[in-house]
């Protein structure tokens, strides 16, 4: 059975930083990938970063420059470290692991900027 367990959200004034982790309850690397999603009210959930197998990783247009994704293997761990954060950035984000083609999402951690 598979556990994604996200932490590290929380309020934050525009322009600071978060660092989001993702905690597997196994080895991440049995996913073909793992990434972030983001869903603010009143909107669909989308992609923020997401990082393959093999280290390539990914990012929206709106976090590029802001947001790095990375893992550390032996804490089975994903990280999203969020910077130069933006009221628009408000959301619950959830972290999403894939494997062939069967998705796993955790219960999601709410972060908000305030102007």
């Known amino acids: 059975q598979v556990q994604l367990v996200e932490s590290g959200g929380g309020l934050v004034q525009a322009g600071g930083s978060l660092r989001l982790s993702c905690a597997a309850s196994g080895s991440i690397f049995i996913f073909n990938s793992m990434g972030w999603y983001r869903q603010a009210p009143g909107k669909e959930r989308e992609l923020v970063a997401t990082?393959?197998?093999?280290?390539?990783?990914n990012y929206a247009d709106s976090v590029k420059g802001r947001f790095t994704i990375s893992r550390d293997g032996a804490k089975n761990t994903v990280y999203l470290q969020m910077s130069s954060l933006k009221p628009e950035d408000t959301a619950v984000y959830y972290c999403?692991?894939?494997?062939?083609?069967?998705?796993?999402w955790g219960q999601g951690t709410q972060v908000t900027v305030s102007s």
């Open positions: 990082i393959t197998r093999a280290g390539s990783t």
């Open positions: 999403n692991a894939v494997r062939i083609l069967t998705h796993y």
